[in-house]
């Protein structure tokens, strides 16, 4: 009686963790910079390249939360581009962020040379 009653528990346990429940990992996206910026995040874990933040506006040294997949490890795996709002000055960036998890924070910025076609 025991043992089946602490297999239930177990698994029951394993059903709520969200690596086994499909849930998410939640992480705080932090602009490092002065500059406002607009961002696109990716969830790398859903198969597809569509954004699940399209063009967010994030102001210097501002953040926003958001939830992702996570892994079978409980992590999430995001990309970012992000893009500086000021047209005489427009600076790009981009970084791919794996093994996150749950309240970590990835910081956006936008100091590189802007690709002809992403160019404002």
């Known amino acids: 009686m025991f043992h089946r009653l602490a297999l239930g528990c177990a698994a029951l346990a394993l059903a709520q963790s969200p690596a086994w429940a499909g849930g998410g990992v939640t992480v705080h996206i932090q602009n490092d910079t002065v500059d406002s910026l607009s961002v696109t995040i990716y969830d790398r874990l859903l198969g ?12 210097g040294n501002s953040s926003i939360s958001l939830t992702i997949t996570a ?48 160019r404002r």
């Open 48 to 59: 597809r390249r569509q954004p699940v933040v399209a063009s967010q506006i994030i102001y």
């Open 71 to 118: 892994n079978a490890a409980g992590q999430g795996h995001l990309s970012w581009t992000a893009t500086t709002l000021d047209a005489d000055m427009g600076r790009c960036g981009s970084h791919d962020s794996r093994g996150l998890n749950d309240g970590d924070t990835v910081r956006v910025h936008a100091d590189g040379a802007c690709p002809k076609h992403r």
